[in-house]
């Protein structure tokens, strides 16, 4: 997805678990590079917080690609 709408996502890490993983962060977004108003909302989903929860990982990464989508097909809802 980065690589098809860079303007819209970033994907990042935000250090490593106590097990030596990486912890991604997916930014969505109109203009992810740029610095955001302070009183623009924002929304946080989190996934794998407890042990091997694959289909949560999973579930994010497609919600990640449908609004994005959505987002470039001018999708209301």
Request: proline share 3%; net charge positive; hydrophobic share 40%.
């Amino acid at each position: 997805m980065k690589q098809s709408f860079p303007e819209n996502v970033d994907f990042y890490s935000i250090g490593k678990s106590v097990q030596g993983r990486e912890m991604y962060i997916a930014r969505l977004g109109n203009a992810v590079k740029k610095v955001r108003a302070k009183l623009v909302p924002k929304m946080k989903i989190v996934a794998n917080m407890h042990g091997d929860e694959t289909l949560g990982r999973v579930l994010n990464l497609m919600l990640i690609v449908d609004l994005v989508k959505g987002n470039r097909a001018k999708n209301k809802r």
